[in-house]
């Protein structure tokens, strides 16, 4: 057995490759008792044209398995592996083994993708636009979605999640380049990420000085969310002296990276470290800006949130979900609205607000 057979068999429980459809774009997902957000998830992206799904199922108790092996679009990779150690490893084996030089979706399950020509044109066809282009990637800025302060009912499966969750945070993000040049070396694209939103405001205000005026300034006019994916010397120079005034980090775990590249035209021996937020190899990035809507806040959150906390998979062993909890418990109900909260009524509204940007939809293929 190959070198490679040995590490893609030894990820999954499986003995034999599963051969898989041709499609235009093809979804790579990591799933752990999701079947509250399945159903709309892959209607959603089934709808936006991706054709067919890889997903990695972790051990699901919850009837997850079931609705993942009843789908006919996708192709089911089981593995008992700790989502901790593999979830890099089985997203770079699958996408190595089937889609080098194929257009690769890398979403979430609480995860909807919007590009920033969505319901005007398909997936497919807006990925042309890229290939006319040259472009090897998408940049998306995640964008937490939350309820009404006054939404009381329970998330159905199947249900639109925008029709639960329409809200989301604006003038509050703010772009951040990447300052420590072995980090940049190791993980070259992107060049920028994303920082802010609801998650920053709600539980990480008290290691930020949300709301000087100071920062209001620098964030308006020096780190706007318009600035270009690739850093001049002039922004970088600026980024090094004023940043750390923004940064002022009294506790752990650090603020959330909002960037992750969920699209990519794959090459091989590509791949991330941890999650999808940065890649090891140089990629041609669009100037545009696509949006991962992020349907955290459904009405399961406090209890995926003490589930996680005892699971201890996720990042630096859980530690932004034992925050959520703390925060969560100082008050009887979460309030999520505030003067900055919009709500959604198509992509234009991300746009408005500039976390979408359309550079390459106004230009025909």
């Known amino acids: 057995m190959k070198k490679s057979e040995k590490e893609f068999f030894g990820a999954f429980d499986l003995v034999d490759w599963p051969k898989i459809p041709d499609a235009d774009v093809t979804a790579v997902v990591l799933c752990h008792n999701e079947a509250l957000r399945l159903p709309y998830f892959l209607k959603h992206h089934k709808e936006s044209g991706i054709g067919h799904f890889l997903v990695v199922?972790?051990?699901?108790?919850?009837?997850?398995?079931?609705i993942l092996r009843d789908d006919p679009d996708v192709t089911l990779f089981p593995s008992t592996k700790p989502y901790s150690e593999f979830k890099s490893i089985w997203r770079e084996l699958l996408a190595n083994h089937y889609l080098v030089g194929k257009w690769a979706c890398f979403p979430d399950v609480d995860e909807l993708l919007v590009h920033p020509t969505w319901q005007k044109e398909s997936l497919p066809a807006y990925l042309a636009r890229l290939d006319a282009h040259?472009?090897?990637?998408?940049?998306?800025?995640?964008v937490d979605m939350y309820p009404s302060d006054e939404e009381d009912t329970n998330y159905m499966p199947g249900?639109?999640?925008?029709?639960?969750?329409?809200?989301?945070?604006?003038?509050?993000?703010?772009?951040?380049?990447?300052?420590?040049?072995?980090l940049r070396s190791e993980l070259p694209t992107p060049a920028v990420r994303f920082r802010g939103g609801a998650r920053e405001r709600m539980f990480h205000k008290h290691t930020m000085?949300?709301?000087?005026?100071?920062?209001?300034r620098l964030n308006k006019y020096i780190f706007p969310l318009t600035n270009s994916f690739e850093p001049k010397w002039t922004w970088r120079?600026?980024?090094?002296?004023?940043?750390?005034?923004?940064?002022?980090?009294?506790s752990k775990p650090g603020l959330p990276n909002m960037s992750k590249v969920p699209l990519i035209r794959w090459k091989e021996g590509c791949g991330f470290r941890g999650g999808v937020h940065r890649l090891t190899k140089k990629?041609?990035?669009s100037p545009d800006l696509g949006a991962l809507l992020?349907?955290?806040?459904?009405?399961?959150?406090?209890?995926?949130?003490?589930?996680?906390?005892?699971?201890?998979?996720?990042?630096?062993?859980?530690?932004?979900?034992q925050l959520y909890s703390e925060v969560s418990q100082k008050g009887a109900k979460m309030q999520f609205h505030f003067d900055g909260t919009y709500r959604f009524d198509g992509i234009e509204s991300l746009e408005r607000v500039h976390l979408v940007r359309n550079v390459l939809g106004k230009h025909t293929v």
């Open 57 to 66: 199922d972790n051990g699901s108790t919850d009837g997850s398995s079931d």
């Open 134 to 142: 040259n472009y090897e990637c998408l940049l998306t800025i995640m």
């Open 159 to 182: 249900q639109p999640f925008l029709d639960y969750a329409p809200y989301f945070d604006a003038g509050n993000y703010r772009l951040d380049y990447y300052r420590r040049k072995k």
């Open 209 to 216: 000085h949300h709301g000087v005026p100071f920062e209001v």
């Open 237 to 250: 120079l600026l980024h090094n002296v004023f940043r750390p005034f923004l940064d002022r980090m009294v």
């Open 283 to 285: 990629m041609n990035v």
């Open 294 to 321: 992020h349907f955290k806040y459904l009405s399961d959150f406090s209890e995926r949130v003490e589930y996680n906390i005892s699971r201890a998979q996720h990042d630096r062993g859980g530690a932004h979900y």
